[in-house]
């Protein structure tokens, strides 16, 4: 799975972005797909994830703000921020996750910046 993270830019604290992860190669329909974030100098930490049935989680952080969805016609992952602030910002990148009794399937994408500035 080669996966396509875009959507990233410059927003004005309180604004929206809506980052899109397009897969490639095989369908995402029976991955767990998550986005992760990076800020400068931090680890890497999970934001939202998406599994193949379609429950969602969120990290704390993000809870009630972000929302994660797939189109997996589309072969699309989605994640809408709202309301965004300073802490927000991020490289952004997406998740492609499966694991099976035999092995792991996990593919990320290259990562799409998010800055809000105050």
């Known amino acids: 799975v080669q996966l396509q993270a875009s959507g990233g830019g410059l927003v004005q604290v309180g604004g929206s972005l809506r980052l899109s992860c397009a897969a490639s190669?095989?369908?995402?329909?029976?991955?767990?797909m998550n986005w992760f974030r990076q800020a400068p100098g931090k680890q890497r930490e999970l934001v939202a994830g998406i599994t193949s049935i379609g429950a969602v989680n969120y990290a704390e952080p993000v809870k009630g703000r972000f929302t994660i969805s797939r189109d997996n016609a589309k072969g699309t992952v989605y994640l809408q921020m709202d309301s965004l602030k300073p802490e927000d910002t991020a490289v952004y990148y997406c998740?492609?996750?499966?694991?099976?009794?035999?092995?792991?399937?996990?593919?990320w994408g290259q990562g799409t910046l998010v800055t809000v500035s105050s």
């Open positions: 190669g095989s369908t995402i329909s029976i991955y767990n």
């Open positions: 998740n492609a996750l499966r694991i099976r009794t035999y092995g792991k399937y996990d593919y």
